[in-house]
């Protein structure tokens, strides 16, 4: 069973910064990796995604306006992390943000699909004053 640990949650004042981070026990150089958000008493939302470095489209996708140029989504490869900057935060981001992987050398589908292999637990942005 996979591994995915979401980190950089937490509460923010609106206009604020946070970096969440998705590691996992498996390289996720191989894998293409979502972004998704659970905001209460609302569906479920693609955010962001970004292929895995070996498939055929090597571009991110964005699935919601909300992000705006806001959010941008990106791999660290020396910690093996996809990490979600999100810049100038707004209360209506509040959720749980959770990342998941899809299967081997994908890249990312749209709209973004939720037949993914694995998740993580998620991680909890607050964004208020």
């Known amino acids: 069973q996979v591994k995915l640990v979401e980190s950089g949650g937490g509460l923010v004042q609106p206009g604020g910064s946070l970096r969440l981070s998705c590691t996992a026990d498996?390289?996720?150089?191989?894998?293409?990796v979502s972004w998704f958000r659970q905001a209460p008493g609302k569906e479920r939302e693609g955010v962001m995604c970004l292929p895995s470095k070996f498939s055929t489209s090597g571009k991110s996708v964005t699935y919601a306006d909300f992000v705006k140029g806001r959010f941008t989504i990106s791999r660290d490869r020396s910690e093996n992390t996809v990490d979600l900057q999100m810049n100038n935060l707004e209360p209506e981001d509040t959720g749980l943000y959770y990342c998941?992987?899809?299967?081997?050398?994908?890249?990312?589908?749209?709209?973004?699909?939720?037949?993914?292999?694995?998740r993580g637990q998620g991680t909890q942005v607050s964004v208020s004053s």
């Open positions: 498996i390289t996720l150089d191989f894998y293409a």
């Open positions: 998941a992987t899809y299967p081997l050398n994908t890249g990312c589908s749209n709209p973004p699909s939720t037949n993914y292999d694995y």
